[in-house]
T-cell receptor, first 115, second 116 residues
Protein backbone atom coordinates (compact mmCIF):
# COMPACT_ATOMS: atom_id res chain seq x y z
CA UNK A 1 0.00 0.00 0.00
CA UNK A 2 1.13 3.53 -0.67
CA UNK A 3 1.43 6.07 2.11
CA UNK A 4 2.89 9.48 2.75
CA UNK A 5 3.86 11.21 5.99
CA UNK A 6 4.25 14.89 6.74
CA UNK A 7 5.91 14.90 10.15
CA UNK A 8 5.29 18.58 10.93
CA UNK A 9 1.78 19.92 11.42
CA UNK A 10 3.07 23.48 11.54
CA UNK A 11 6.13 25.26 10.15
CA UNK A 12 6.91 28.87 10.96
CA UNK A 13 9.54 30.85 9.09
CA UNK A 14 10.49 34.51 8.84
CA UNK A 15 9.95 36.31 5.57
CA UNK A 16 13.05 36.19 3.42
CA UNK A 17 14.40 33.03 5.07
CA UNK A 18 14.56 29.68 3.31
CA UNK A 19 11.74 27.25 4.01
CA UNK A 20 11.47 23.47 4.01
CA UNK A 21 8.32 21.39 4.32
CA UNK A 22 9.08 17.72 4.87
CA UNK A 23 7.52 14.68 3.25
CA UNK A 24 8.40 10.99 3.34
CA UNK A 25 6.67 8.25 1.41
CA UNK A 26 6.27 4.49 1.24
CA UNK A 27 5.56 2.54 -1.96
CA UNK A 28 6.19 -0.92 -3.34
CA UNK A 29 6.92 0.18 -6.89
CA UNK A 30 8.03 3.52 -8.28
CA UNK A 31 6.74 6.70 -6.68
CA UNK A 32 4.95 9.47 -8.52
CA UNK A 33 5.18 12.40 -6.10
CA UNK A 34 3.28 15.68 -5.98
CA UNK A 35 3.00 18.83 -3.89
CA UNK A 36 -0.23 20.79 -3.65
CA UNK A 37 -1.11 23.99 -1.78
CA UNK A 38 -4.48 24.87 -0.28
CA UNK A 39 -5.70 28.32 0.70
CA UNK A 40 -8.66 28.75 3.11
CA UNK A 41 -11.98 27.54 1.73
CA UNK A 42 -10.40 26.69 -1.61
CA UNK A 43 -9.48 23.53 -3.47
CA UNK A 44 -5.93 22.30 -3.88
CA UNK A 45 -3.56 23.89 -6.39
CA UNK A 46 -0.79 21.89 -8.06
CA UNK A 47 2.77 23.07 -7.32
CA UNK A 48 5.10 20.45 -8.77
CA UNK A 49 5.61 16.78 -9.47
CA UNK A 50 8.31 14.14 -9.72
CA UNK A 51 7.79 11.26 -12.12
CA UNK A 52 11.27 10.38 -13.27
CA UNK A 53 14.54 12.06 -14.21
CA UNK A 54 16.29 14.88 -12.38
CA UNK A 55 15.96 14.60 -8.62
CA UNK A 56 15.52 18.36 -8.23
CA UNK A 57 12.14 19.47 -9.51
CA UNK A 58 11.17 23.09 -10.00
CA UNK A 59 7.59 24.24 -9.78
CA UNK A 60 5.27 27.19 -9.47
CA UNK A 61 5.89 30.35 -7.40
CA UNK A 62 9.60 29.62 -6.92
CA UNK A 63 9.10 26.31 -5.11
CA UNK A 64 11.26 23.27 -5.70
CA UNK A 65 11.48 19.79 -4.27
CA UNK A 66 14.23 17.21 -4.05
CA UNK A 67 13.53 13.54 -4.57
CA UNK A 68 15.75 11.32 -2.40
CA UNK A 69 15.20 7.63 -3.11
CA UNK A 70 17.47 6.32 -0.35
CA UNK A 71 15.69 8.39 2.29
CA UNK A 72 12.26 8.02 0.62
CA UNK A 73 11.78 11.74 0.95
CA UNK A 74 10.43 14.54 -1.22
CA UNK A 75 10.91 17.75 0.75
CA UNK A 76 9.47 21.03 -0.53
CA UNK A 77 11.80 24.03 -0.48
CA UNK A 78 11.95 27.69 -1.34
CA UNK A 79 15.07 29.87 -1.02
CA UNK A 80 13.27 33.00 0.24
CA UNK A 81 9.82 32.80 1.83
CA UNK A 82 7.05 35.34 1.24
CA UNK A 83 4.17 36.17 3.57
CA UNK A 84 1.86 35.18 0.72
CA UNK A 85 3.29 31.62 0.86
CA UNK A 86 1.38 31.09 4.11
CA UNK A 87 -1.01 28.22 3.39
CA UNK A 88 -1.62 24.50 3.91
CA UNK A 89 0.72 22.24 1.95
CA UNK A 90 0.04 18.64 0.99
CA UNK A 91 2.39 15.99 -0.29
CA UNK A 92 0.85 13.14 -2.34
CA UNK A 93 2.08 9.86 -3.81
CA UNK A 94 1.00 7.28 -6.32
CA UNK A 95 2.62 3.84 -6.29
CA UNK A 96 3.30 3.09 -9.96
CA UNK A 97 2.38 0.71 -11.50
CA UNK A 98 0.90 -1.20 -8.59
CA UNK A 99 -1.58 1.40 -7.53
CA UNK A 100 -4.53 2.60 -9.45
CA UNK A 101 -4.61 6.20 -10.49
CA UNK A 102 -5.62 7.51 -7.11
CA UNK A 103 -3.30 9.72 -5.13
CA UNK A 104 -2.71 9.27 -1.41
CA UNK A 105 -2.28 12.57 0.41
CA UNK A 106 -0.45 13.40 3.60
CA UNK A 107 -2.21 15.12 6.48
CA UNK A 108 -0.84 18.51 5.52
CA UNK A 109 1.59 21.07 6.93
CA UNK A 110 0.45 24.56 7.80
CA UNK A 111 3.13 27.02 6.71
CA UNK A 112 3.15 30.44 8.33
CA UNK A 113 5.56 33.07 7.04
CA UNK A 114 6.04 35.83 9.57
CA UNK A 115 6.65 39.41 8.36
CA UNK B 1 -10.60 30.49 -16.80
CA UNK B 2 -12.91 27.45 -16.97
CA UNK B 3 -11.57 25.46 -14.07
CA UNK B 4 -13.34 22.72 -12.15
CA UNK B 5 -16.69 23.95 -10.86
CA UNK B 6 -18.58 22.48 -7.91
CA UNK B 7 -22.09 23.20 -6.77
CA UNK B 8 -23.24 24.01 -4.16
CA UNK B 9 -20.37 25.55 -2.18
CA UNK B 10 -22.10 24.82 1.11
CA UNK B 11 -24.86 22.42 2.10
CA UNK B 12 -26.47 22.07 5.51
CA UNK B 13 -28.80 19.13 5.93
CA UNK B 14 -30.47 17.18 8.66
CA UNK B 15 -29.42 13.66 9.49
CA UNK B 16 -31.28 11.13 7.38
CA UNK B 17 -31.79 13.42 4.40
CA UNK B 18 -30.35 12.79 0.96
CA UNK B 19 -27.98 15.24 -0.70
CA UNK B 20 -26.54 15.52 -4.19
CA UNK B 21 -23.47 17.44 -5.30
CA UNK B 22 -22.46 18.36 -8.84
CA UNK B 23 -19.04 18.68 -10.41
CA UNK B 24 -18.25 20.17 -13.82
CA UNK B 25 -14.69 19.27 -14.80
CA UNK B 26 -12.42 21.09 -17.22
CA UNK B 27 -14.09 20.38 -20.54
CA UNK B 28 -11.32 18.44 -22.28
CA UNK B 29 -10.47 16.31 -19.22
CA UNK B 30 -11.42 12.66 -19.49
CA UNK B 31 -10.67 11.70 -15.88
CA UNK B 32 -12.72 12.78 -12.87
CA UNK B 33 -12.12 12.10 -9.19
CA UNK B 34 -14.03 12.60 -5.97
CA UNK B 35 -12.18 13.11 -2.70
CA UNK B 36 -13.35 13.82 0.83
CA UNK B 37 -11.46 16.07 3.23
CA UNK B 38 -12.14 16.44 6.95
CA UNK B 39 -10.68 19.12 9.18
CA UNK B 40 -6.99 18.68 9.78
CA UNK B 41 -6.64 15.87 7.27
CA UNK B 42 -5.55 15.49 3.70
CA UNK B 43 -8.03 14.56 0.98
CA UNK B 44 -9.11 10.90 0.92
CA UNK B 45 -9.89 9.20 -2.37
CA UNK B 46 -13.51 8.18 -2.92
CA UNK B 47 -13.95 7.27 -6.58
CA UNK B 48 -12.57 7.74 -10.10
CA UNK B 49 -14.11 7.93 -13.57
CA UNK B 50 -12.49 7.63 -16.94
CA UNK B 51 -14.99 9.16 -19.33
CA UNK B 52 -18.34 7.72 -18.19
CA UNK B 53 -16.93 4.54 -16.66
CA UNK B 54 -16.49 4.37 -12.90
CA UNK B 55 -13.22 2.44 -12.67
CA UNK B 56 -12.38 2.61 -8.98
CA UNK B 57 -14.21 2.96 -5.69
CA UNK B 58 -12.67 3.33 -2.27
CA UNK B 59 -13.80 1.22 0.64
CA UNK B 60 -14.71 4.56 2.18
CA UNK B 61 -17.56 4.73 -0.32
CA UNK B 62 -20.32 2.91 1.55
CA UNK B 63 -23.53 1.80 -0.14
CA UNK B 64 -25.11 5.10 0.90
CA UNK B 65 -22.82 6.88 -1.56
CA UNK B 66 -23.30 6.77 -5.31
CA UNK B 67 -21.53 8.66 -8.06
CA UNK B 68 -22.35 8.99 -11.72
CA UNK B 69 -20.87 10.59 -14.79
CA UNK B 70 -23.56 9.81 -17.34
CA UNK B 71 -22.14 11.37 -20.49
CA UNK B 72 -18.52 11.57 -19.54
CA UNK B 73 -18.86 15.26 -18.72
CA UNK B 74 -20.29 16.45 -15.38
CA UNK B 75 -20.55 14.15 -12.38
CA UNK B 76 -22.88 13.88 -9.41
CA UNK B 77 -22.20 12.46 -5.96
CA UNK B 78 -25.24 11.47 -3.94
CA UNK B 79 -25.28 10.61 -0.26
CA UNK B 80 -28.40 8.89 1.01
CA UNK B 81 -29.55 8.87 4.64
CA UNK B 82 -26.83 11.28 5.69
CA UNK B 83 -25.04 10.79 9.01
CA UNK B 84 -23.14 13.30 11.11
CA UNK B 85 -19.93 11.53 10.17
CA UNK B 86 -20.53 12.52 6.56
CA UNK B 87 -19.79 16.16 7.43
CA UNK B 88 -16.74 17.09 5.39
CA UNK B 89 -15.51 18.98 2.36
CA UNK B 90 -16.17 17.02 -0.84
CA UNK B 91 -13.62 17.81 -3.51
CA UNK B 92 -13.86 17.07 -7.21
CA UNK B 93 -10.80 16.98 -9.45
CA UNK B 94 -10.18 16.32 -13.12
CA UNK B 95 -7.23 15.52 -15.34
CA UNK B 96 -6.35 14.60 -18.91
CA UNK B 97 -4.55 11.36 -19.43
CA UNK B 98 -4.21 8.09 -21.28
CA UNK B 99 -2.98 4.70 -20.18
CA UNK B 100 -0.90 4.75 -17.06
CA UNK B 101 -0.02 8.41 -17.23
CA UNK B 102 -0.56 10.57 -14.15
CA UNK B 103 -1.05 14.19 -15.05
CA UNK B 104 -1.67 16.67 -12.23
CA UNK B 105 -5.16 16.87 -10.82
CA UNK B 106 -7.07 20.15 -11.09
CA UNK B 107 -9.31 20.60 -8.06
CA UNK B 108 -12.54 22.50 -7.63
CA UNK B 109 -13.19 24.62 -4.54
CA UNK B 110 -15.26 21.87 -2.97
CA UNK B 111 -18.70 21.45 -1.42
CA UNK B 112 -18.75 21.75 2.35
CA UNK B 113 -21.40 19.46 3.84
CA UNK B 114 -22.68 19.92 7.38
CA UNK B 115 -25.04 17.28 8.74
CA UNK B 116 -26.95 18.39 11.85
Amino acid sequence: AQSVAQPEDQVNVAEGNPLTVKCTYSVSGNPYLFWYVQYPNRGLQFLLKYITGDNLVKGSYGFEAEFNKSQTSFHLKKPSALVSDSALYFCAVRDYPRSARQLTFGSGTQLTVLP
Amino acid sequence: DTGVSQDPRHKITKRGQNVTFRCDPISEHNRLYWYRQTLGQGPEFLTYFQNEAQLEKSRLLSDRFSAERPKGSFSTLEIQRTEQGDSAMYLCASSLGVGGSMTPLHFGNGTRLTVT
